[in-house]
């Protein structure tokens, strides 16, 4: 095949199948190595000036017939590796080995070049990597945007986004971005939760969030930066609301803390004991109606009884359905304080806000027999008892008379039912004790003591 045809062929595989020859002072690619000084793009500058660091290598002339070496023919194959093996039969037909150990490094990088040189610039690829709001443009062999973050060391968390995704592949000009998420402990309108955002400022985070900012207070600025530690963030948006006060209707906007602070912008004074129908120091809601109550109040002292008690206890020496009063009971006293209050007009119900004893009430004390009534008093059994207790008090063992002396069934005055062993009145004892104690009555003074019903006895 002739030169032409060998030349042809290397071109086609894509790179010169000649050889340099040794530079003076140190091998066939000087001092600093193959591929010459290597700037901050690296591998891709030193390809780009590959073919003009290489130069053609020089072909040796034919040998007379008489020679007894072999004259070199030409490789079919084609540049690259082939252009290497010619390099070696060459260097053999020369018949030096000084020869030979010049061009077989040169041999081999031209078939290092010719077959990896293509994929080598094919797999390498300009992109653009934002990260954070920070551009810059470099050269990559990644084929996806995960080894990509990987290569540049740039950690991606669950509140970051990565854009285009991480399973996404590269090509050449493709722009990654990455925005970190900040977290930011957001009050908003008095309930506080923790939120993230990749906004980098107050005002993105706010239009990020959705949250409405006209007119609202925030403890920062809009154009406060935030930062990777993120910031806590107050905001009270504006509201509406109603206050009726003094017969009429006040309504205002407002982003005001408390119902206070909304109070004195809608220029409404409170006085002495005024309040609102909501606490002053609550937070006010959007469409909310407060009452303003305009109260006052005086105090009045009153003196009130205290209920005494009533101990009750038995007592053998009474007769059965007897009852004493040991000890009459006395009520104690107590003075109590209220508050009286008229609210916007109306007087409300009194308030007791204070109360003290004066007097402790004393107990009752009251005994209750249980001796066993006698059967009989001689000479007064056979009597017509019931007639004489209908006459005197018509039969009712509890009567007494107007004037509050006599009492019982048969008109007992205190002192006369005291001698006959009674105790306390005649018309608290039962009926059965009643007529024993007026038998014994008659036993002693016969029906004197019924001067006008005492003939009914005898009936």
């Avoid at 945007?145 to 090509?171: F, K, N, Q, S, Y």
């Avoid at 005024?274 to 303003?292: E, I, K, N």
Wanted: proline residues 7%.
């Amino acid at each position: 095949m002739s030169n032409s045809q060998g030349s042809h062929r290397a071109a086609r595989g894509g790179h010169r199948t000649e050889t340099a020859p040794p530079a003076p002072g140190g091998g066939p690619f000087g001092p600093v190595g193959p591929f010459g000084p290597v700037g901050d793009d690296g591998y891709a500058r030193a390809y780009a000036d590959l073919d003009t660091r290489i130069a053609p290598l020089p072909v040796p002339e034919p040998r007379s017939p008489d020679s007894t070496a072999e004259v070199p023919r030409e490789d079919t194959d084609g540049g690259g590796r082939a252009g290497a093996r010619r390099a070696a039969r060459r260097r053999r037909s020369s018949g030096g080995p000084d020869r030979l150990r010049r061009l077989i490094p040169q041999a081999l990088v031209v078939a290092f070049l010719a077959g990896g040189t293509s994929a080598f610039l094919v797999s390498d690829k300009a992109v653009k990597l934002t990260v954070d709001g920070v551009p810059r443009t470099m050269h990559t062999f990644a084929d996806s945007v995960e080894e990509l973050l990987a290569d540049e060391h740039v950690p991606v968390g669950a509140h970051d986004i990565v854009a285009p995704g991480p399973d996404a592949e590269l090509a050449g000009g493709d722009e990654v971005v990455v925005r970190y998420g900040r977290p930011v402990q957001l009050t908003l309108d008095g309930q506080r939760r923790q939120v993230w955002t990749t906004a980098r400022t107050v005002e993105g985070a706010l239009r990020q969030l959705g949250v409405r900012a006209e007119g609202a207070y925030l403890s920062a600025s809009r154009s406060s930066e935030i930062g990777r530690a993120g910031l806590a963030l107050d905001v009270r948006t504006e509201r509406s609301m109603t206050f009726l006060a003094d017969g009429r209707a006040h309504t205002l906007r407002t982003n005001a803390a408390t119902v206070a602070e909304a109070l004195d912008e809608a220029g409404i004074a409170l006085q002495g004991q005024d309040t609102t129908s909501v606490a002053p120091s609550s937070f006010p809601r959007d469409g909310q109606t407060v009452t303003v109550m305009r109260i006052s109040g005086t105090k009045e002292v009153r003196e009130e009884p205290i209920p005494y008690k009533v101990e009750r206890t038995k007592d053998a020496t009474l007769f059965a359905g007897t009852q004493v009063v040991a000890r009459q009971g006395q009520p104690g006293v107590r003075r109590v304080t209220y508050a009286l209050r008229t609210v916007n007009g109306v007087r409300q119900r009194p308030r007791k806000i204070a109360e003290e004893i004066v007097r402790r009430p004393v107990t009752q004390q009251i005994k209750i027999g249980t001796k066993a009534l006698p059967s009989s008093v001689g000479g007064a059994d056979h009597l017509n008892w019931s007639g004489l207790a209908h006459c005197e008090s018509g039969g009712r063992p509890s009567a007494l008379d107007p004037s509050g002396t006599y009492g019982g069934l048969y008109q007992f005055d205190p002192g006369t039912w005291h001698a006959l062993g009674g105790s306390g009145r005649a018309e608290q004892a039962p009926a059965g004790e009643q007529t024993y104690r007026a038998k014994r009555l008659f036993v002693k003074r016969g029906a004197s003591p019924w001067p006008h019903c005492g003939r009914r006895l005898y009936r």
